[in-house]
């Protein structure tokens, strides 16, 4: 194998399957699909075992009711001590960087249930470690 081969090998993405991971919140932000719709977004990346430092992706367009509500949920599952609701877009872009600085500098850890099937994936944050 060549040096840039081994160099390059960390960087190569890992299927995690589904399960129960011990995790943090890597990354949280408002981003937009190709067509302008705006999409919560948030990596939780998994600190021990055998996929230590791989990334579960969560993503939620924001488009419908349900998808706005499931996104608070899962906010409001990460236990950052706000008070989590939707007004605009604007409001929960500015939400979700309070809510992801909190986690940060309280350096929270969590217990998330990854599972799904062909059609959709679930998340679920069990305790806040």
Same mark, same amino acid.
């Given at each position: 194998?060549?040096?840039?081969?081994?160099?390059?090998?960390?960087?190569?993405?890992?299927?995690?399957?589904?399960?129960?991971?011990?995790?943090?919140?890597?990354?949280?932000?408002?981003?937009?699909?190709?067509?302008?719709?705006?999409?919560?977004?948030?990596? +939780? $990346?998994? =600190?021990?075992?055998?996929?230590? /430092?791989?990334?579960?992706? @969560?993503?939620?367009?924001?488009?419908?009711?349900?998808?706005?509500?499931?996104?608070?949920?899962?906010?409001?599952?990460?236990?950052?001590?706000?008070?989590?609701?939707?007004?605009?877009?604007?409001?929960?872009?500015?939400?979700?960087?309070?809510? +992801? $600085?909190? =986690?940060?500098?309280?350096?929270? /850890?969590?217990?998330?249930? @990854?599972?799904?099937?062909?059609?959709?994936?679930?998340?679920?944050?069990?305790?806040?470690?």
């Amino acid at each position: 194998m060549s040096k840039l081969c081994r160099a390059l090998e960390p960087m190569k993405k890992r299927v995690v399957p589904y399960g129960f991971y011990n995790v943090k919140v890597d990354k949280m932000h408002l981003k937009e699909t190709k067509e302008g719709d705006p999409v919560f977004s948030a990596w +939780f $990346k998994i =600190i021990e075992g055998d996929f230590a /430092e791989s990334i579960i992706p @969560y993503e939620k367009q924001l488009t419908h009711g349900f998808w706005i509500h499931q996104a608070c949920e899962l906010m409001r599952s990460l236990k950052s001590g706000l008070d989590i609701c939707f007004q605009d877009y604007e409001q929960f872009s500015t939400l979700m960087n309070k809510v +992801f $600085k909190n =986690i940060c500098d309280s350096n929270m /850890e969590y217990l998330l249930k @990854y599972q799904g099937s062909d059609e959709r994936e679930e998340y679920e944050v069990k305790n806040a470690c």
